[in-house]
């Protein structure tokens, strides 16, 4: 059992260690220590519920609706959109410093939702956890709950870690200029996933 637990954990962890929009929002939310520990269960609980459908076999069920795929698309491609234009404003504005103990934090439910539309708008997210993860489960007959299990550990490993490992860098966003940087990486990272999803 241990080995198959251990597959989907590496796995998973491979899977979501590139930089992404939600590892981009989950970096920032930690930076500025914000709601960090809603925010990373939101992803973690949301990874577990999508590998669960793929281990369940949603990803075969899925392939039978083809018209939900194009309003997931477009849906991302406008919102991406939108929130790497909010990036790029504030890195013109160039006014974003760290001060974790004056700073407002953003309210929970608008942080949430923000997350939910990055995290539930982003069609990639469903072909690496409910069809890729799920494909590879059928792999382990009799055990396809163990392997996503693993997955599900190594997404909940990696979001804690990147939310409150955030904090080390503290002392680089203490400047703006860094504020700036991190928003112009957020920004293109956005679009060229946006990109991407229009192109199919």
Request: a positive charge; hydrophobic letters at 60%; glycine letters at 12%.
């Amino acid at each position: 059992m241990l080995p198959v637990l251990l597959s989907g954990l590496g796995l998973s962890l491979s899977l979501i260690a590139a930089i992404g929009a939600q590892n981009v929002f989950v970096l920032r939310q930690g930076l500025r220590r914000e709601h960090v520990l809603p925010v990373v269960l939101f992803c973690a609980i949301s990874d577990a519920i999508l590998i669960g459908a793929g281990v369940a076999g949603i990803g075969l069920a899925a392939e039978k609706m083809p018209a939900l795929l194009p309003i997931l698309r477009w849906g991302g491609v406008v919102f991406l959109g939108v929130y790497g234009l909010r990036a790029a404003h504030a890195a013109w504005r160039g006014n974003e410093h760290l001060d974790a103990a004056a700073a407002k934090a953003a309210p929970l439910r608008g942080t949430l939702l923000t997350l939910a539309a990055i995290t539930w708008l982003n069609p990639h997210v469903y072909l690496d956890t409910v069809v890729l993860l799920g494909s590879i489960s059928a792999q382990y007959p009799g055990r396809e709950w163990v392997f996503g299990l693993g997955a599900a550990l190594g997404s909940f490993l990696f979001f804690l870690s990147l939310g409150y490992g955030a904090r080390l860098l503290t002392p680089v966003f203490a400047r703006p200029g860094a504020w700036r940087l991190l928003d112009l990486i957020v920004a293109g990272v956005m679009w060229s996933i946006a990109l991407s999803l229009a192109r199919g």
